[in-house]
């Protein structure tokens, strides 16, 4: 099951949720977001002193739902059931984290040139269950070059031409 498949499952779950506003109706959307907001805080309000107070401050937000729906108590349950069902990681993003964690452990901040050059270097490794080649070579992407290295240092001699020829 894909992210995606958990995401729209949740949706529809959602969706069933009978919701009794005392006034005009409002997105469902919106309510949701306040609750899942005040989920997602709970969770997390032990790590720090700032992070309690933004839980405080999103259940300060669902005041004003509890005074728009009737049976707010009843909803939120239910939107909490819903989200405590939820997978919260998906396989390729935890393949992801596993690639990133050893730069992670040596650089605190990871720039885009560098997360492009880890790009480079894992779309150029051969996959064993692939037959040997790298995720570039399969889908049809040839760089000409098979060594992640070699095609940097292509590269960068051909940027170094070019700002020589912009020179003279």
Same mark, same amino acid.
């Given at each position: 099951?894909? &992210? ?12 069933? !949720?009978?919701?009794?506003?005392? %006034? =005009?109706? /409002?997105?469902? $959307?919106? /309510?949701?977001?306040?609750? %899942? #907001? ?5 969770a997390r309000a032990h790590? @720090?002193? +700032?992070? #309690? ?7 300060? =937000?669902?005041?004003?739902?509890? *005074?728009? !729906?009737?049976?707010?108590?009843? /909803? ?12 919260? %990681? &998906? ?9 990133? *964690? ?8 990871? +720039?885009? =040139?560098?997360?492009?050059?880890? %790009? ?8 064993? #269950?692939?037959?040997? $080649?790298?995720?570039? $070579? ?19 001699? =051909? $940027?170094?031409?070019? @700002?020589?020829?912009? &020179?003279?």
């Amino acid at each position: 099951m894909t &992210s995606s498949t958990f995401l729209r499952a949740l949706e529809e779950r959602l969706e069933k !949720i009978e919701i009794k506003w005392r %006034a =005009g109706a /409002v997105r469902r $959307q919106v /309510v949701y977001e306040a609750v %899942a #907001q005040c989920w997602y805080r709970a969770a997390r309000a032990h790590f @720090s002193a +700032s992070a #309690q107070q933004r839980y405080l401050n999103a259940l300060i =937000g669902l005041e004003y739902w509890e *005074r728009q !729906i009737e049976n707010f108590a009843e /909803v939120r349950r239910q939107i909490y059931e819903a989200l405590d069902q939820v997978i919260r %990681a &998906s396989s390729a993003v935890e393949c992801l984290n596993s690639m990133l *964690r050893p730069y992670i452990s040596v650089k605190k901040h990871l +720039s885009q =040139g560098f997360l492009a050059l880890i %790009a480079l270097y894992w779309n150029m490794r051969p996959l064993k #269950q692939r037959g040997g $080649q790298p995720p570039f $070579q399969l889908s049809g992407v040839d760089l000409g070059e098979d060594d992640w290295v070699a095609l940097i240092e292509h590269e960068m001699r =051909g $940027q170094a031409r070019l @700002s020589v020829k912009r &020179s003279a």
